[in-house]
């Protein structure tokens, strides 16, 4: 299976071991991942909180780059790039005025009815569980973890159409495929408030602080990420966290590529793993997964 | 319908209907969005109330509201809504519009940040992490912020400043329609 790949600029830069493990385990699945040429910042939230039109725009020439690809389907691992990309991609196609114009701003025409796939939802749609679990050489035995999908995988769901917006399952179903253990929990969805990691750090404590203190509470012993907003924050915050609560969270927070090639038998050393703040090395020895 | 109780009240409602695609007339007024926010309990005015000043065009006190600067963009509100109310897009374009106008934000480093990160977006197409709190640092004059984490993220690896650029740049700063990008105001 052939599919355009858009890593964004963290998957370049602090999130490398996300881009690492995800064209590791794409290969093993037979997947060629063809990242889009000369493709451009989707703007995040900078852009749509202060120029909608921008936002838009930026999504748009990377649809319009896809086309000269004369490809029609496009897989993202971070969500925030994917849910702008799939955002404009929505808007463009609904809204005849605005697509008028951005093609007069970007001097292209932009194409209609692209594909836009999370990661997560291209493992489990396109290539589907059964598939990924006959794949398995090292089970991920008892291994408690927490699937976190943040805000941006599932919502809005008028758009994503993917999963349920508030108790998604498909991560865990993953999960449960690899052989872990995944608990039940109250903030599968919620907002780590990633997008303030910089500018208003006491957000990111309040909101990054209940993601944590939930996944303690329901007794998972780390958390599995599909975004490298949640994974930075939750990890490089998690120690001024335990500092503001008082409590010693200590759980390594993990991209579910990294554990998919674990438990397909790859080293920790290709997967990046020594890469995360909170070491993963400690629990994956307790499982006999080194 | 708007509200008429003054000509500014109906044509804000009118405004946000037409940029955000919504119809704010459909608002039971049940509270689930605000119920769901992530930020609700941080907020000024919450997500209801925020459509409630719209209909009674309060421009002033929605540009003006530390709210705008709370939202998070998590969409937990329009997917709880039985309208489905896009409240997240109406909250950017009222952003959109106080930033326009140099209203000054209640969250300046917010803003701050954006205006950056866009300002890396028109120089090189892409962001690099590590330059963009660097220079977020420098500019809030916290130069010692982060510093201990910084060293963490550099010992793993984690800061690469030389994240390569696109290109097309100069088809890419078209799509700033000439506006400044990355300047304080
Ligand atoms: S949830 Fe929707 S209908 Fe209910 S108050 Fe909020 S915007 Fe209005
Ligand atoms: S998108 Fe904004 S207003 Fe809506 S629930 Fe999230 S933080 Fe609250």
Avoid at chain 1, 223 to 228: K, M, R, S, W, Y
Avoid at chain 2, 104 to 118: D, G, H, I, S, W
Wanted: some cysteine.
């Amino acid at each position: 299976m052939e599919v355009a790949y858009y890593p964004g600029c963290s998957l370049h830069s602090a999130a490398r071991e996300y881009d690492m493990s995800t064209r590791l385990v794409c290969r093993h699945l037979g997947i060629s991942l063809k990242e889009i040429k000369d493709w451009n910042c989707c703007g995040a939230t900078a852009a749509h909180s202060l120029d909608h039109l921008l936002a838009v725009s930026l999504g748009a020439r990377n649809l319009a780059l896809l086309d000269g690809m004369k490809m029609t389907r496009v897989t993202s691992p971070c969500a925030n790039c994917y849910s702008r990309l799939k955002a404009a991609a929505h808007e463009l196609q609904h809204d005849e005025i605005l697509k008028t114009e951005v093609e007069r701003i970007l001097e292209a025409p932009v194409p209609c009815g692209v594909e836009v796939l999370s990661l997560l939802e291209m493992f489990v749609t396109q290539v589907g569980i059964d598939t990924i679990a006959e794949n398995v050489s090292k089970p991920l035995k008892g291994m408690k973890l927490a699937a976190y999908y943040g805000c941006l995988l599932t919502r809005p769901s008028r758009i994503s159409g993917f999963d349920d917006p508030e108790q998604p399952v498909s991560m865990d179903r993953l999960l449960e495929g690899l052989g872990a253990e995944t608990v039940d929990w109250s903030h599968k969805a919620e907002c780590c408030g990633a997008g303030f990691t910089a500018a208003e750090v006491g957000i990111v404590l309040d909101l990054g602080g209940q993601v944590l203190e939930a996944a303690r509470q329901a007794g998972a012993e780390a958390l599995v990420v599909a975004c490298p907003m949640c994974q930075l924050n939750l990890d490089t915050r998690q120690g001024a966290i335990e500092a503001n609560r008082g409590t010693r969270y200590d759980l390594p927070v993990m991209y579910f590529t990294q554990l998919m090639g674990l438990a397909f038998g790859y080293s920790p050393r290709v997967l990046g793993l020594k890469r995360l703040l909170t070491s993963p090395f400690p629990l994956l020895k307790t499982k006999g997964l080194l | 319908m708007p509200i008429r109780i003054g000509e500014s009240s109906s044509s804000l409602q009118e405004r946000v209907e037409e940029a955000c695609s919504v119809d704010l007339s459909q608002c039971y007024e049940c509270g689930k969005c605000s119920g769901g926010c992530s930020t609700t309990h941080l907020m000024d005015y919450t997500p209801r109330k925020i459509i409630q000043l719209i209909k009674l065009g309060y421009c002033d006190i929605l540009y003006n509201s530390d709210a705008l600067w709370l939202c998070v963009g998590c969409h937990l509100c329009v997917d709880r809504c039985p309208a489905q109310i896009d409240i997240p897009r109406i909250v950017d374009y009222l952003r959109e519009q106080a930033y326009q106008q140099g209203i000054k934000p209640t969250r300046e480093q917010v803003v701050t940040f954006n205006a950056l990160m866009l300002g890396s977006v028109f120089k090189r197409g892409r962001v690099s992490e590590a330059t963009l709190m660097l220079q977020f640092n420098l500019r809030t004059r916290r130069y010692f912020k982060d510093a201990q984490l910084g060293t963490k993220m550099l010992v793993k690896g984690k800061v690469n400043p030389f994240v390569p650029g696109v290109k097309g740049t100069r088809e890419l700063r078209r799509l700033f329609r000439g506006k400044p990008a990355g300047k304080e105001r």
